[in-house]
């Protein structure tokens, strides 16, 4: 049966635990399965399934005589719908063309683009002056080609028509002259009293004009004071970790979630893979251990994941750091729990001096940050696998730059003109800091925003703020290289940067973004050629600051050597040899004692994977994304384990109350496997109220829990089933591939011994016999490798695509009757018992089938081979009977059950790539790879009459890829890298048994557990 | 038998008969009416300035690449800017009533509104680039532009046009010195056109998929 048919998701099955033990028990081989329903499943299961399949019937609701009625009726209006001539339409030719530009050519841009403050190096497609596309940039460290998913998210993000588009006084529409006439009005004021009262709170930033700005004002106001607010608190860092994963052979996580670091994760992404290719013979496989209460991505990749509470982690944390600071490798450790985990780590990591690394988690406290750096030091890492050095992010000379110094002042009355660049107080604040109650002290307030949100509708006067695409700024990337934002477009509704408010309320020129980061890097790049060089290449070549103190507000850069060992490093180290004995130092022994022997439940607070503190809210691409491991979307839950929620007898989407500090907040419940048993994790970015029509009103708050003094954990927490239902979409089991054997996974010493064991169950060899005949060969044969190894699930491929390709955002209704319409989906499989199961992900585009099943059945011949092996959908011709999609075995096409497609919103025409068509209502869609820049490819080679060369064309997914996990090329040329790719034993084709012959092929994913902990679990 | 119906009847039956075939002809008409092109084939297009290619080809000998600079490059073969016009006409004709919106967008900077002649629908990507690279002349499609005083469609655009051509390229290839000449005519365009299909290396299988021209 289609999963095309209409399924809810909302499963009403009791999930029974002693039906999934008893199933575990007596199973043989792998099995992996991908919800606790289908774990259990139970009967109820099976009859839930079969009952949902008619759902598209219940969606309209007709007799067979009103069917008949309305079927008679749309034939003989069917006509009438097409009764019009082709539209009249225009040429409208410039007057003055942009130097440099060709009709119709796309060009690219260098630019950065920051998260939390920390540049992302990307290019940007300009068609006719509309940025379309984000890309990485190869030459920006933070990048090295790949993106996340946010980068990819932020065209959909400039074009936004719910961006604020005009100033705002209270609630009437002014000009920037007003704005700026405000401004200078109470500069006049400060002037005279040396900017006593004067405040502006801006979001993390490494800007240098931004700094030097800062530096001015400071100069000019000596009373006048500024402050840092960022929810992920990536400010509040004060050490900045440059982690080399491509040099470790052991990886500690101690609760760290690298893999999706705001600050470099896609940086990580590529090291922490290129260690890990088993067929590598210079350099054997990593290992990583994750410690952590809550799954991750970081935590889906290791080969040993310990669920364990954030507040049981210092204790963990001081047990391996004696056994290491020890060198203790003799095993025999004291009967506390995770005894053997912490032998197993900790010989491990001393088995790999200088080439292994512990990683502290950022929500962790300083103590255990301290005790990853005296390991680290112990183990002779620093300088080998890991550097420390101080954060970028500026922060001020003198006082305290905090948010909560500044609502203290507010609440004294002490402020007189707050001027927000960039920030949402009045949404992210933890609800401890009153910041409403204090922005009614304050008699001038100001606020630039991208949105004008929550805080934009409180303060005094509110200004668009120019995108990042839509402005000059510059920025350093986590290793501290600098580069230059250019604008791709001149600002959409008139905005103005953070830098160019701050000139106005400096005053004097220059007052324009491109003038100001000019005259900022006078010194570095100081003629015109440097200039255009570091626009050109997208990075300063000038030696980054890295190795250095923190970048002071005076723009200063002191060069100071590298420094190995931190003053804080040392003197943790200090206590541990004091400590040598007892597994715990003393500092925390008596704190983290009691929260491991107490029965206390903790909450734990998380960026949302795909929307991050909010400031994504609004990003359809991203709400719609499904969230990794959970496979969510639109909505954020309350996790629970599932001995917890057995505790508390709730199933999926059911309601809980959470209470903590005297507040309580409602969410539904999603039962996570791997989840650590008394932790309860919710995530940010919901529960908006001035977001925008896309995330106005969905999901629920969690800033209404958190503290200003303990920002990542509530330990008072008690959780209430209310008995509520919610409404979820969630893609868990769309496209289900059911009974069948999708996945292949080994381990490192499985792999030596066979290499081939992926295909070693294979009922039939790489060409299964078929009653098809094959199609000729043609110049060029093209296919994909995916590398599941490679693959750590972050969905960047997904969003790209999206991107690429004019997918259109479906909304929640339409995700819960399984009408998604991504072309390249990733599926996540569990592996285990779920208290801890292995977790893998598996993306899925077209397959693009030699013996393509959806072919034959296609009345209208609407899917069709090429010469080239492509199965095409040719969207001209489809009449919507979707048989393709029934035939189809991987469950990669996708109907268009509505008009999803917005064909009247301008912005969104505006956003849209040019070389794709938008489709209609009525038509089924799928992946291409990319026909669009094979095309190009094809014409740009034919018209040389030479070759397409290998690597000339690179599809989005693939060029998206933080870790390179998808290669395409020419499979006919056995030289190219998607040949090489697929010459490698790991290599398998998805329902091989099938005999579609599909020329997207994976290479199986390969652990590198420990023997010594082998009947662990994971 | 009696008869069922009474004798009057026949007439108002050879009336509906006849009702139903008017309609249905009308119906036709209509149909065809309201699917037909905005501008007829072969129907000059009124334009905000009216441009003649007949004057700037024919009688001054213009070449098309220096307006249409981006044809051999790109998708689309380019309508010039405003400023490409004024490389004459800031010191030709300037007073004339004609050149008026011209001169007017230039100096304003609002630019022209011209009215598109050749309209494919938005699914079909047709490249100029390719096809001038592979032999296909400028004529072929847009006729002899030289002698139109306003611009019309030459073609139909149907996609069984585009087909003819693309199984049958060997009737249409030319040399690519002759490529911007709208008055060429080979001897044998048989012969020439496959012996040109072997030297441009144009792979006839790719011409007719789907994919070559539908995304």
């Known amino acids: ?1018 | 038998m009696a008869q069922i119906f009474p004798k009057r009847f026949a007439l108002w039956f050879q009336l509906f008969l006849i009702a139903v075939a008017v309609g249905f002809v009308s119906w036709a008409f209509l149909w065809r009416w309201a699917m037909a092109d905005p501008v007829g084939i072969r129907e000059p297009v009124e334009q905000p300035v009216p441009f003649s290619h007949k004057h700037h080809v024919g009688d001054d000998g213009i070449d098309c690449r220096y307006c249409h600079t981006s044809v051999g490059q790109s998708a689309y073969a380019g309508i010039p800017p405003l400023s490409t016009c004024m490389t004459c006409h800031s010191q030709l004709y300037t007073h004339q009533k004609v050149l008026a919106p011209l001169l007017t967008a230039f100096d304003s900077g609002v630019p022209l509104h011209w009215k598109r002649v050749y309209k494919l629908p938005d699914f079909v990507y047709f490249n100029h680039g390719i096809h001038i690279a592979k032999g296909v002349g400028c004529a072929s499609c847009h006729g002899a532009v030289d002698q139109m005083p306003l611009m019309s469609r030459q073609q139909h655009l149907t996609m069984q046009w585009c087909l003819a051509c693309h199984r049958d390229p060997e009737k249409h290839l030319r040399p690519r010195a002759e490529i911007f000449n709208l008055h060429w005519h080979p001897k044998n365009q048989l012969a020439l056109g496959t012996r040109l299909m072997r030297k441009y290396q144009i792979d006839k299988r790719r011409l007719t998929d789907c994919s070559t021209c539908h995304r």
């Open chain 1, 1 to 1018: 049966m289609s999963s095309m048919t209409s399924r809810e998701n909302t499963a009403p099955v009791r999930v029974d635990p002693a039906s999934i033990r008893a199933r575990l028990a007596g199973q043989h081989g792998r099995r992996f399965w991908r919800s606790l329903e289908e774990l259990a499943d139970s009967e109820a299961f099976h009859a839930w399934l079969k009952s949902q399949h008619p759902r598209l019937a219940a969606a309209v609701p007709l007799d067979r005589r009103g069917f008949l009625k309305l079927l008679g009726a749309s034939l003989a209006l069917a006509g009438l719908s097409a009764c019009s001539h082709p539209p009249e339409t225009e040429i409208v030719p410039y007057v003055h063309k942009p130097i440099g530009q060709i009709d119709g050519l796309p060009r690219y841009f260098a630019t950065v683009l920051t998260r939390h403050g920390y540049a992302h190096g990307v290019l940007v497609r300009d068609d006719m002056g509309r940025p379309t596309k984000v890309e990485g940039n190869p030459q920006h460290p933070a990048s090295l080609g790949g993106t996340d998913i946010f980068a990819q998210a932020a065209i959909l993000q400039l074009w936004d028509p719910d961006r604020s588009q005009s100033v705002m006084h209270g609630n009437t529409v002014a000009s920037w002259d007003d704005f700026a006439g405000v401004l200078a009005d109470r500069a006049m004021h400060f002037d005279a009293n040396g900017g006593a009262g004067m405040r502006v709170l801006i979001g993390p930033t490494t800007s240098p004009t931004l700094i030097a700005q800062l530096a001015a004002l400071e100069k000019r106001y000596p009373h006048a004071r500024w402050h840092v607010h960022d929810p992920g608190d990536v400010a509040g860092r004060n050490e900045l970790a440059r982690h080399h994963f491509d040099r470790a052979k052991v990886i500690v996580s101690l609760d760290a979630d690298f893999l999706s670091d705001p600050v470099a994760g896609v940086r990580h992404a590529r090291d922490f893979i290129a260690a890990r290719n088993p067929e590598d013979a210079r350099q054997s496989m990593s290992r990583l251990y994750v410690v952590e209460p809550t799954p991750s991505v970081t935590g889906s990749m290791a080969d040993h994941r310990l669920p364990l509470a954030s507040t049981a982690i210092p204790a963990f944390a001081g047990r391996l750091a004696a056994r290491v600071a020890a060198g203790d490798t003799s095993g025999a450790g004291s009967a506390h729990a995770h005894a053997r985990w912490v032998n197993a780590v900790a010989k491990d990591l001393l088995a790999h001096h200088g080439a292994s690394l512990v990683v502290a988690g950022h929500t962790q406290p300083e103590s255990v940050h301290a005790l990853a750096r005296s390991m680290n030091a112990a183990l002779g890492s620093i300088g080998e696998t890991v550097e420390y050095t101080a954060s970028l992010i500026a922060t001020p000379n003198s006082g305290d730059g905090s948010l909560a110094a500044l609502v203290e002042d507010m609440h004294a009355g002490k402020v007189d003109t707050l001027l927000m660049l960039g920030v949402n107080p009045v949404y992210d604040a933890p609800f401890d800091v009153d910041m409403i109650a204090a922005l009614r002290r304050v008699p001038h307030t100001l606020h630039l925003g991208l949105y004008r949100d929550e805080t934009g509708m409180l303060a005094g006067w509110h200004a668009p703020q120019a995108h990042e695409l839509e402005a000059w700024g510059d920025a350093r990337a986590f290793d501290g290289t600098a580069s230059i934002a250019q604008p791709l477009i001149a600002p959409l509704y008139g905005g103005h940067s953070a830098i160019e408010v701050m000139a106005m309320l400096l005053g004097g020129a220059p007052a324009e973004g491109h003038a100001l980061v000019r005259q900022a890097w006078r010194k570095q790049l100081d003629d015109d050629k440097a200039w255009n060089e570091a626009l050109q290449s997208g990075v300063i070549s000038i030696p980054p600051p890295l190795r250095g103190d923190p970048i002071r507000a005076d723009g200063g850069e002191a060069a100071l050597p590298l420094r190995h060992e931190s003053e804080r490093a040392r003197s943790a180290m200090r206590g541990m040899a004091f400590a040598a004995n007892p597994d715990i130092p003393p500092r925390l022994r008596r704190d983290s004692l009691r929260s491991e022997g107490g029965e206390n439940l903790e909450l734990l607070f998380r960026p949302d994977a795909t929307i991050d503190y909010g400031a994504w809210s609004n990003n359809g691409w991203l709400q719609e994304l499904p969230k990794p491991l959970t496979q969510l979307t639109w909505d954020n839950v309350v996790l629970v384990s599932p001995a917890l929620a057995k505790k508390l007898g709730v199933q999926n989407f059911e309601g809980v109350e959470l209470r903590s500090h005297g507040h309580s907040l409602r969410g539904p419940v999603w039962i996570m496997p791997g989840q650590a048993e008394r932790s309860v994790t919710v995530h940010f970015g919901y529960g908006r109220k001035h977001a925008g029509r896309v995330a106005d009103g969905q999901g629920f708050d969690a800033y209404a829990l958190r503290t200003a003094v303990s920002p990542w954990l509530a330990t008072d927490l008690e959780i209430v089933a209310t008995g509520e239902r919610y409404e979820i979409a969630q893609t868990q089991h769309h496209f289900a591939m059911d009974g069948r054997d999708p996945l292949r996974v080994g381990t490192l010493d499985e792999f030596m011994a066979d290499p081939k064991f992926a295909t070693a169950h294979d009922r039939y060899g790489p060409n299964p016999p078929s009653l098809y005949p094959d199609y000729p060969p043609a110049d060029y044969a093209w296919g994909m490798s995916i590398d599941l190894n490679a693959c750590i699930g972050c969905k960047a491929c997904t969003i790209a695509c999206q991107s690429e390709n004019n997918i259109p955002v479906v909304g929640k209704a339409q995700v819960r009757r399984g009408r998604e319409l991504h072309w390249i989906r990733v599926d996540r499989y569990y592996e285990g018992a779920a208290e801890n199961p292995d977790s893998y992900n598996q993306p899925v585009p077209c397959m693009m089938c030699e013996h393509a099943p959806c072919e034959v059945v296609c009345p209208v011949d609407a899917t069709v081979h090429n010469t080239e092996g492509l199965n095409v959908q040719v969207y001209n011709r489809c009449v919507g009977t979707r048989f393709c999609s029934n035939n189809c075995p991987y469950k990669v096409r996708r109907f268009n059950f509505m008009q999803y497609a917005d064909k009247h919103t301008p912005q969104y025409k505006a956003m849209r790539n040019p070389e794709v068509t938008v489709r209609r209502r009525g038509v089924m869609e799928k992946c291409t790879y990319c026909i669009q820049r094979i095309e190009t490819a094809h014409i740009e080679a034919d018209k040389r009459d030479r070759r397409i060369r290998d690597g000339e064309i690179v599809t989005a997914c693939q060029a998206a890829c933080p870790t390179q996990a998808i290669r395409f090329g020419d499979i006919s040329d056995k030289q190219s890298n998607v040949s090489q790719a697929k010459a490698s034993p790991r290599n398998y084709a998805m329902l091989n048994e099938l005999g579609t012959r599909p020329r997207t092929t994976y290479l199986a994913r390969i652990r590198n557990p420990n023997p010594a902990l082998k009947d662990e679990g994971s």
